[in-house]
Structure formats: structure tokens, C-alpha cells
């Protein structure tokens, strides 16, 4: 099959028709090679070529963006220069230049695109770059998502990015530019081992062609079989998670219960976070032998607690002083680790809140100002029944878990401390009596 029917093939796959494309054009063999595929696929007209020059070859990069700016002329394909100072952006980002000039060159790519309001991203990545991905991925540990190598096509916000040549090996690229006698440049940095992906094809690849000279074809072919699998399993996934009435929380019998290829995109559905093989089994291990009130940290982000018969993800929370007005309705301190709602006389009867405590029920004509919550303090004391107490030795005699009592809040009225929510209120404060009452109620999101 000729680079314009793969091209074209793999375009209708993804479902492009009709429409503008923006292609990154940095003026080497690949993309010049899919420039002049997309030219005969969809036509000049229909595309927009952009040229990052990312401001780390000096006159050698001047001499690409004039080169590409010529070919676009000729071919009478609307060209875009966008310049950069990765060096800078790098040391800045604390980042290599590899993975900031990809960064910045994607953000070109979109802002170009949404400038243009264009939708369709075409990148020039073929068969061999597919493969150099897989190889550096096993290298890094990464799980399935990393070996199904670089998608044909993927959504990215309100964009698609398409690669419409990610089937042809290099050797069929070099053969359509001998045989239609196109020149290209070359970008000397692709010569320096320094970069993961260079020695990986300097060094690795030619070696891999000894064992097998279709180990090319051979390792896409696999990466396409690990593609359609892990569909299938994110499937399953969506369809496990989106049944829990929590989107969060899972019953600790029922994640042990997976199958093993399940639970590691189950707990990206529940935490939001791509979990390592390793991570996975140190999860698995907190789930199957940990207790209540314990937690282990997943990422900088987020913390996985164990309720005993279930866990939950959720963000990190802060621990330190707070202060805050209470208006009616629901007020929700996602920093914090919990939602409060406040109601006067019975409106929360009306409303469907599910997993709260039980109401706090509070005389409205004993306050003096707007109530407001306020982490427990040490002197704290807790007027009730007669007797005075302390908030820790409440929470701890009610068995509030124990990730929920570091932030649990005690609701003031000026310098009176009123009530915690989910128990009675202070003497004189109780309101179950009363016409003119205050019900406030606490929502864990722990």
C-alpha cells in the first residue's frame, strides 16, 4: 500500500473528512513526507502547517523555518512560525529539554489551532517512533497504557490529534521522498545519543533487526492487540465504577473480588491517578490487610483511607487553622475534607442529602451573629448535659473515624463555641424545642 492510501486509510479510521487539519511541519523527512500525503489526501486549501522553532539550534533552525516556509509556498499551504526558548523554559520548568520542547510544541500545536479554529491535529510520527515509544516505556516500568505505544488518534480537549503515517515504517517515508524527488532537512540533535530516544534508535533498534527484520511490524502489531484490550478493560472499569454510589469508595471485598488486569484502572477511575505495577500491588496490599482509620499515600495529591469494610480516595486535605463563614444551603470546604449544610427551622427535609450525620439542631434566638466554623483548639471546652468536655474526647467516644476527626470543625458564635455538628449542642443552645431554629448537618468527603 502507497504512504497516500495508509495516510489516507488511517484518516477515515479516525474519522476526518472534510475538514481543516493543522500539521506540525518541522521541515525533516517525516513531516515533509506526511505535508505532501495530506496535500494529495485533502488538499492545500485544507491545511494549516505549523513550524516550531524551539530556539536551541540557532542559525541551523533559521535555515529549517525558511526551508518549510518555501515548501508551504510552493505547495500553497498556509504556514504558521511559531518561536520559542525552550533552554529557558526548561531550566525554569526544571524540566529536560526532550520532554519541554514536546510540552511547548503540543501548546503551539493548540493555541494555533484554536486560533485558526481548527480541531484536527496531524503529527508526523510513523511506525519506527511507535516502536522506539513501547521500548522506552518497558524501559520505565509503565504499565499497559505505555506499551500500547503512541495512539493513531486521541482526543485531547476539544482537539483530535491524528497520526496519519503512524503505519509506515521509515524505510517506505525515505522510498515516497526518493521516488517523488522531495528534499527535507535533517536536525542534527537527532545524530546525539544525549536524548533517551536517540540511543534507543541509534543503539537498540538496529541491534533488535538482527533477532527479526520485521520486528518493526512484529512489535506495532502487538501494541494494536494491547490497544484493543486495554479498551476493553477501561470498559469494564467504567462500567464497575459508574455503578458505585460513590464514585470515590469502593467495598474493600469487591476490589479484592477483580480480577487482577482490572484493578489497576479502577483505582485510576477512583483516584484520578495512573497507578504504577507497583503501586497497584502496595494499594492492593493496604486494601487486603490494613485497618480502619488508616491511609497511605498515593501521589503528592491524594490519599487512599481504609473504613474497614471499604476504602476511599481522596484529595489531600489541609491540617492546618481555618476559619470560615457558614451561609445557608451547602457549604463545601473541599480542602478540608468535608461538606456542611445549614437549614433554618425544617428546610433540609426537603432536600436530598445523602450520607450526613445525624443534624445538629440549634436555638436560632440564642445567637448573637453569623455562625462560623473553625478548626478544635487545644482549651476548648464543650459545655453539655451539665458537664464540661473536650471535642477530642467526643470525637473519640463516638468512634469518629480517625481521618475525619483532624479537621473535624466546631461551629462559634462570636467567641462562644455553639455546637460540632453531628452532636448536641452546647447547654443552652438546643433548638429542638424552639419555632426558630438553626439544623446544620456534616457530610464526610473523606
Given at each position: 500500500m502507497?504512504?497516500?492510501?495508509?495516510?489516507?486509510?488511517?484518516?477515515?479510521l479516525c474519522g476526518?473528512?472534510?475538514?481543516?487539519?493543522?500539521?506540525?511541519?518541522?521541515?525533516?523527512?517525516?513531516s515533509?513526507?506526511l505535508?505532501?500525503?495530506?496535500?494529495e489526501c485533502?488538499?492545500?486549501?485544507?491545511?494549516?502547517a505549523?513550524?516550531?522553532?524551539?530556539?536551541?539550534?540557532g542559525?541551523?533552525?533559521?535555515?529549517?523555518e525558511?526551508?518549510?516556509?518555501?515548501?508551504?509556498?510552493?505547495l500553497?499551504?498556509e504556514?504558521?512560525?511559531?518561536?520559542?526558548?525552550?533552554?529557558?523554559?526548561?531550566?525554569?520548568?526544571?524540566?529536560?529539554?526532550?520532554?519541554c520542547?514536546?510540552?511547548?510544541?503540543?501548546?503551539?500545536?493548540?493555541?494555533?489551532?484554536r486560533?485558526?479554529?481548527i480541531?484536527?491535529?496531524?503529527t508526523?510520527?510513523?511506525?519506527?517512533d511507535n516502536?522506539?515509544?513501547?521500548?522506552?516505556?518497558l524501559?520505565?516500568?509503565?504499565?499497559?497504557?505505555?506499551v500500547v505505544g503512541i495512539?493513531?488518534?486521541?482526543?485531547e480537549?476539544?482537539?483530535?490529534?491524528?497520526?496519519?503515517?503512524i503505519?509506515?515504517?521509515?524505510?517506505?517515508?525515505?522510498?515516497?521522498?526518493?521516488?517523488?524527488?522531495l528534499?527535507?532537512v535533517n536536525?542534527?540533535s537527532?545524530?546525539?545519543?544525549?536524548?533517551?530516544?536517540n540511543?534507543?534508535?541509534h543503539?537498540?533498534?538496529?541491534?533488535?533487526?538482527h533477532i527479526?527484520?520485521?520486528f518493526?511490524?512484529?512489535?506495532?502489531?502487538c501494541?494494536?492487540?494491547?490497544?484493543?484490550?486495554?479498551?476493553y478493560?477501561s470498559?469494564k472499569?467504567?462500567?464497575l465504577?459508574?455503578?458505585?454510589?460513590?464514585?470515590n469508595?469502593?467495598?474493600?471485598?469487591?476490589?479484592?473480588?477483580?480480577?487482577?488486569?482490572?484493578?489497576?484502572k479502577?483505582?485510576?477511575r477512583?483516584?484520578?491517578?495512573?497507578?504504577?505495577y507497583?503501586?497497584?500491588?502496595?494499594?492492593?496490599?493496604f486494601i487486603?490487610n490494613?485497618?480502619?482509620?488508616?491511609?497511605?499515600?498515593?501521589?503528592a495529591d491524594?490519599?487512599?483511607?481504609?473504613?474497614?469494610?471499604?476504602?476511599?480516595?481522596?484529595?489531600?486535605?489541609?491540617?492546618?487553622?481555618?476559619?470560615y463563614?457558614l451561609?445557608?444551603g451547602?457549604?463545601?470546604?473541599p480542602?478540608?475534607?468535608f461538606?456542611?449544610?445549614?437549614f433554618?427551622?425544617d428546610?433540609?427535609?426537603?432536600?436530598?442529602?445523602y450520607?450526613?450525620?445525624?443534624?445538629?439542631?440549634i436555638?436560632?434566638?440564642?445567637l448573637n451573629?453569623?455562625?462560623f466554623?473553625?478548626?478544635?483548639r487545644?482549651?476548648?471546652?464543650?459545655?453539655?448535659?451539665?458537664?464540661?468536655?473536650?471535642p477530642k474526647?467526643?470525637?473519640?467516644?463516638?468512634?469518629?473515624p480517625?481521618q475525619?476527626?483532624?479537621?473535624y470543625?466546631?461551629?462559634?458564635?462570636?467567641?462562644?463555641?455553639?455546637?460540632?455538628p453531628?452532636f448536641?449542642?452546647?447547654?443552652?443552645?438546643?433548638?429542638?424545642?424552639?419555632?426558630?431554629k438553626?439544623?446544620?448537618?456534616?457530610?464526610?468527603?473523606?
Amino acid at each position: 500500500m502507497s504512504l497516500t492510501a495508509l495516510a489516507k486509510k488511517q484518516l477515515a479510521l479516525c474519522g476526518v473528512s472534510n475538514e481543516r487539519v493543522l500539521v506540525g511541519f518541522s521541515g525533516g523527512s517525516d513531516s515533509m513526507a506526511l505535508l505532501y500525503t495530506l496535500v494529495e489526501c485533502i488538499g492545500a486549501e485544507n491545511l494549516c502547517a505549523v513550524h516550531v522553532n524551539h530556539g536551541i539550534r540557532g542559525g541551523e533552525a533559521d535555515r529549517d523555518e525558511r526551508f518549510c516556509a518555501s515548501v508551504c509556498e510552493k505547495l500553497g499551504v498556509e504556514m504558521e512560525a511559531v518561536h520559542l526558548d525552550i533552554p529557558s523554559l526548561a531550566e525554569k520548568d526544571k524540566t529536560g529539554l526532550e520532554e519541554c520542547a514536546r510540552k511547548y510544541r503540543y501548546r503551539a500545536f493548540f493555541d494555533t489551532a484554536r486560533e485558526k479554529n481548527i480541531r484536527i491535529i496531524a503529527t508526523a510520527h510513523n511506525a519506527r517512533d511507535n516502536v522506539e515509544a513501547v521500548l522506552f516505556n518497558l524501559c520505565r516500568g509503565s504499565g499497559i497504557k505505555g506499551v500500547v505505544g503512541i495512539p493513531a488518534c486521541r482526543r485531547e480537549g476539544e482537539f483530535l490529534i491524528v497520526r496519519p503515517i503512524i503505519k509506515a515504517d521509515k524505510a517506505d517515508i525515505l522510498a515516497y521522498l526518493e521516488k517523488n524527488n522531495l528534499s527535507y532537512v535533517n536536525d542534527t540533535s537527532n545524530d546525539s545519543n544525549d536524548y533517551t530516544r536517540n540511543y534507543i534508535r541509534h543503539e537498540i533498534l538496529p541491534h533488535l533487526s538482527h533477532i527479526n527484520s520485521n520486528f518493526v511490524e512484529n512489535i506495532s502489531n502487538c501494541s494494536d492487540i494491547l490497544s484493543s484490550t486495554d479498551d476493553y478493560i477501561s470498559d469494564k472499569a467504567d462500567e464497575l465504577v459508574g455503578s458505585l454510589p460513590d464514585r470515590n469508595e469502593i467495598e474493600r471485598e469487591v476490589f479484592l473480588n477483580l480480577h487482577e488486569a482490572l484493578r489497576a484502572k479502577v483505582i485510576q477511575r477512583l483516584s484520578g491517578v495512573s497507578p504504577s505495577y507497583k503501586m497497584t500491588e502496595l494499594i492492593t496490599e493496604f486494601i487486603q490487610n490494613g485497618s480502619n482509620g488508616q491511609s497511605m499515600d498515593v501521589s503528592a495529591d491524594t490519599v487512599l483511607y481504609h473504613n474497614g469494610k471499604s476504602v476511599r480516595f481522596s484529595h489531600r486535605i489541609n491540617t492546618g487553622e481555618y476559619r470560615y463563614e457558614l451561609c445557608e444551603g451547602e457549604n463545601k470546604f473541599p480542602d478540608l475534607g468535608f461538606t456542611l449544610y445549614l437549614f433554618y427551622d425544617d428546610g433540609y427535609k426537603k432536600e436530598n442529602i445523602y450520607k450526613t450525620l445525624k443534624p445538629t439542631v440549634i436555638n436560632r434566638g440564642k445567637l448573637n451573629g453569623n455562625l462560623f466554623i473553625r478548626n478544635r483548639r487545644e482549651g476548648d471546652k464543650y459545655k453539655y448535659g451539665g458537664m464540661t468536655h473536650t471535642p477530642k474526647k467526643m470525637l473519640a467516644s463516638k468512634k469518629i473515624p480517625t481521618q475525619m476527626r483532624k479537621n473535624y470543625p466546631v461551629v462559634c458564635d462570636g467567641d462562644t463555641l455553639v455546637c460540632m455538628p453531628a452532636f448536641p449542642p452546647c447547654d443552652g443552645y438546643d433548638g429542638r424545642e424552639s419555632e426558630n431554629k438553626v439544623v446544620i448537618l456534616y457530610k464526610s468527603d473523606l
